[in-house]
C-alpha cells in the first residue's frame, strides 16, 4: 500500500513538471497542473472526472495534456479520454493536431492526430494521411488504413498501400493493406497486389498473403485487372499461376475460359493446377463450364473426374444441366463420382 502511494507521488510530481513544460512548449497559457496530476490519480474515477475536467477546458495545453494518458488501462477511462480527443473543437487545438502532431515523436499523438485528421477533413485527409503510412508505428498505420476506407479512398492511395502490403511488414497491416487494394477494383491495384503484395518468385511462400490476395482480387470486377490476372496463366511459378486460375474461375472470368480449358487438359501440366483449371471453368462457364466437365468425366483419370464431378455438385445448374449431369450418373461405375453426380444433378434450395 505504501509503496503504491510512494508512486503515485511520484507520478504526480512528474506529471506537474510536465505539465510545465506544455505550457512553456506551447507559449503563454493558463496553469492545470493540478487537474493534470489527477489523471494519474491510482483511483480510475478521479482519473475520469480528471479527463472529462481537463476537456472542458478547451484549450491547446489541455489538449496536449489530455493526450499524455493516451496509454490509460481502464477501459471506462479510456473511452472517456478517447471522446475528449476526437470531439476537440477549438481552432489552435484541431490546427496542430492536424499539422505538427502528425509527426510527434509520441505514438499515440500520432494515432490520435490521424484520426482527428481524418475525422475534420474526410477525403481532404487523405493526402496528408498518406505520406505517414509507410514508416510509423502499426496502430498508427491502421487509423490511416481506417481513414482511406471510410473516405472511399483506395483507388488514390495505390503506392501507399502496395508498400503496406508489402512482405516485412506488420500483419494486421498488411491484410487490411491488400484488402483495401480489391477495393480499389483496378488493373493497377492488381498488379499492385501480384507484384508487391506477395513474396518474390523464388522467395518461401506466405500461404496467408497469399489467401488475402486471391480474396481480394476475387472480388475485382474489372476486365482489366482479370487481364493482369490472367498475364500469370504463364507464369513459371507454379503459385502464382495456381493462384491466377482460382480468381479467374471465381470471377467468372469468361474471356479466359479457353486458356482455363487448355490448362485442365494438359497432360504435361502438374495435377493440383489442372484439378483448380478444371473447377475454375466449372465455376466460371455455366452451360460451357458443364460440357467441359463431362468431356472430362469421359477420360480415364480418375483424380481430374472426381474433382470434376465434385465441381458440378458445387454449383447452381440450369435444369437442362441437371437432366444432362443426371443422365451421365445413371453410366457412373465410380461410386465416388457417381455420388456427386446424384448430389449435383438433385434440386437444391
Known amino acids: 500500500m505504501m509503496k503504491s502511494l510512494a508512486a503515485s507521488l511520484v507520478v504526480a510530481a512528474l506529471t506537474i513538471g510536465a505539465v510545465v513544460a506544455l505550457r512553456k512548449s506551447s507559449g503563454a497559457g493558463p496553469d492545470h497542473s493540478a487537474v493534470y496530476a489527477r489523471m494519474f490519480d491510482p483511483s480510475p474515477a478521479v482519473r475520469k472526472a480528471a479527463v472529462t475536467e481537463m476537456f472542458a477546458k478547451g484549450d491547446l495545453v489541455s489538449t496536449r495534456a489530455l493526450l499524455t494518458v493516451a496509454r490509460e488501462e481502464d477501459a471506462d477511462v479510456r473511452s472517456t ?3 475528449a480527443i476526437l470531439t476537440t473543437s477549438r481552432k489552435d ?8 502532431a502528425l509527426t510527434y515523436p509520441d505514438r499515440w499523438t500520432r494515432y490520435y492526430a490521424v484520426r482527428v485528421t481524418s475525422g475534420q477533413r474526410g477525403p481532404e485527409a487523405i493526402p496528408l494521411l498518406l505520406p505517414h503510412l509507410a514508416d510509423n508505428y502499426w496502430q498508427v498505420q ?4 481506417d481513414a482511406i476506407q471510410q473516405a472511399g479512398a483506395a483507388a488514390s492511395a ?5 508498400q503496406a502490403a508489402a512482405p516485412g511488414r506488420n500483419f494486421e497491416v498488411r491484410m487490411r493493406a491488400i484488402s483495401l487494394l480489391g477495393d480499389a477494383n483496378s488493373a493497377v491495384a492488381a498488379r ?3 507484384e508487391k503484395a506477395l513474396p518474390a518468385p523464388g522467395q518461401p511462400a506466405d500461404g496467408e498473403a497469399e489467401r488475402a490476395v486471391e480474396e481480394a482480387l476475387a472480388r475485382m470486377t ?4 482479370m487481364k493482369v490476372v490472367a498475364e500469370s496463366l504463364g507464369s513459371s511459378d507454379l503459385s502464382r499461376k495456381l493462384l491466377a486460375v482460382k480468381i479467374l474461375g471465381r470471377g467468372k472470368s469468361l474471356e479466359h475460359l479457353g486458356k482455363l480449358q487448355a490448362i485442365g487438359t494438359d497432360a504435361s501440366a502438374p495435377t493440383p493446377l489442372r484439378i483448380a483449371a478444371i473447377r475454375a471453368v466449372v465455376c466460371a462457364g455455366a452451360e460451357e463450364g458443364v460440357a467441359f466437365a463431362l468431356r472430362v468425366l469421359d477420360s480415364n483419370e480418375p483424380a481430374l473426374r472426381l474433382e470434376a464431378a465434385y465441381a458440378l455438385s458445387d454449383v447452381k445448374l440450369t435444369p437442362e444441366a441437371k437432366a444432362s449431369v443426371k443422365e451421365r450418373a445413371g453410366k457412373e461405375q465410380d461410386w465416388r463420382v457417381k455420388q456427386a453426380l446424384q448430389i449435383a444433378s438433385e434440386d437444391r434450395e
Open 142 to 145: 491502421i487509423a490511416i488504413l
Open 93 to 100: 487545438s484541431v490546427a496542430w493536431l492536424t499539422g505538427d
Open 158 to 162: 495505390i503506392d501507399a498501400l502496395a
Open 222 to 225: 474489372d476486365g482489366e485487372a
Open 192 to 194: 499492385a497486389l501480384l
Open 81 to 83: 479520454l478517447d471522446h
